[in-house]
């Protein structure tokens, strides 16, 4: 497998430090953040210097009922071409449910959600996997994701379920250490254990990155310097194979220059630290000793080999069934309709789906719309500017009461659109500038819907207009008698 190196996530925002960084050896960009036509220049700059660059796709869905959309996986591999990249990576997650498979409208979570580690989902899965490598010029790793909530009913851990992944398609993976970290706070589960069932030698590269507790929930916001708990996954990861890539991921509340480079060193430093060490020929374990019987590094907690072992009772019942690698119609439908179901209590406010947590289900869904209005104040930034202190209040009752269906930029629209109509701000000069804003970026739309729109926002200029004169003559009465 390609040797990577040391990298970080390359992002608009601190493009310059990441040129300036030493010891980058490649950097990651996010897939749908880029347009295979116009590179931008930091990229380009990167690029003709030897600096790898690995396109990181988050709008697949491989973990969803529905086959992937061929329109996104062209766009992506034009992405991969034009980055000249020698892998490109997704995550094990979905993101869109509803839609023909379960005859209802098209909900989207704009986040990453878990898959359910059963058999079932599994099929689909790989399905998805093997249709998405068969569409893209380059070797295809998938990432383990973070989650908050768990799926009742799960047939395998995640080590196992991974494991089944790439026994079955071959795929490569991207194990994110902040993400079992955060799995490991929020589920319950053991980091070492995951590890210890994970076909390391299928490893593309790994990620790096920080984040958060608050109410006894780890939140992987990508925008906190990385925690000592993470390095030690990561160090848990490094006793047992050389990953070919180690990455430091960060979003958002970027630090200066120096804190980026000090936690890049501590990466390095965690690395060499823990490197496993040949003995007699082979790779050194976790639990090995020296000569003299000292420990040199500590034995993680046993973990099961169901899903690696062939003749497990679990795997012969699934063999048994509908056959490991088949997919039906009646497959998907079921798997739609589950993922359906908990992106609808999530995001639209149904009953939550009998066996999960409503309490965990509530804090998922409060971090979905709040995570909602934070991307749509980056992709218009205009709107957030226009309504001030009132656009996250305003954002989070028009989220309460209706879910995205079409991306960001659609929801923006949305957002202003139903702002317009239904609860027009009382600041005349704000919905002037609030309806210019949506007239210039809804571009072409039925006219008797834009008319309908445009209409409301002057109906309610006008009426806080006459709202004011009729106070203004009554103030001058009073004052004349």
Request: aromatic share 4%; with cysteine; proline share 8%.
């Amino acid at each position: 497998m390609e040797r990577l190196g040391i990298g970080i996530g390359w992002r608009p925002e601190i493009a310059d430090t990441v040129e300036r960084l030493p010891g980058i050896d490649w950097v990651e960009a996010v897939a749908e953040n880029i347009c295979p036509g116009h590179i931008p220049e930091s990229l380009l700059r990167l690029r003709a210097r030897g600096t790898k660059v690995i396109p990181h796709g988050v709008s697949l869905g491989l973990g969803g009922a529905d086959r992937p959309d061929a329109d996104r996986l062209a766009d992506l591999a034009a992405r991969v071409e034009a980055l000249g990249a020698p892998l490109v990576t997704e995550h094990i997650a979905f993101v869109r449910a509803g839609g023909p498979l379960t005859a209802s409208p098209r909900l989207e979570a704009g986040h990453l959600l878990p898959v359910p580690r059963t058999w079932e989902a599994l099929r689909v899965l790989c399905e998805n996997v093997r249709i998405a490598q068969g569409s893209l010029p380059v070797p295809l790793a998938l990432e383990n994701i973070a989650a908050l909530i768990n799926w009742p009913g799960e047939e395998m851990t995640e080590g196992q379920f991974l494991a089944e992944l790439v026994e079955r398609t071959g795929v490569r993976l991207l194990i994110d250490v902040a993400n079992l970290h955060t799995n490991h706070v929020n589920r319950g589960e053991d980091p070492a254990a995951a590890l210890d069932e994970l076909p390391v030698e299928a490893i593309a590269y790994v990620h790096v990155a920080g984040g958060m507790e608050k109410d006894g929930v780890w939140h992987d916001t990508h925008g906190h310097p990385v925690t000592r708990p993470i390095l030690d996954i990561l160090a848990e990861l490094r006793s047992r194979t050389d990953p070919p890539g180690v990455l430091l991921e960060r979003d958002e509340n970027f630090p200066p220059h120096e804190e980026l480079a000090a936690e890049l060193t501590e990466i390095r430093t965690t690395l060499t630290a823990h490197r496993s060490q040949p003995t007699t020929g082979e790779t050194q374990r976790p639990g090995a000793t020296d000569r003299e019987g000292t420990a040199l590094l500590p034995a993680p907690p046993a973990a099961p080999r169901t899903a690696r072992n062939p003749g497990s009772g679990s795997r012969l019942r699934e063999e048994a069934g509908q056959g490991a690698n088949a997919t039906t119609a009646d497959t998907r439908t079921r798997v739609a309709l589950t993922q359906t179901a908990l992106l609808s209590a999530l995001v639209a406010g149904t009953p939550a789906p009998e066996g999960f947590d409503s309490t965990r289900l509530r804090v998922q869904s409060r971090a979905l719309a709040g995570k909602r209005a934070d991307v749509v104040a980056k992709v218009a930034p205009e709107l957030a500017e226009i309504l001030g202190d009132g656009y996250r209040p305003a954002f989070l009752a028009y989220a309460r009461s209706l879910p995205m269906s079409d991306g960001y930029r659609r929801d923006a629209l949305d957002f202003a659109e139903r702002l317009l109509v239904t609860d027009p701000p009382s600041d005349a000069a704000v919905r002037r500038r609030l309806t210019h804003w949506w007239q210039d970026h809804s571009g072409p739309r039925p006219t008797r819907r834009a008319t309908r729109i445009v209409r409301a926002a002057r109906a309610a200029i006008t009426r806080e207009t006459k709202r004011r004169e009729t106070k203004r003559k009554g103030t001058k009465r009073k004052g004349t008698k």
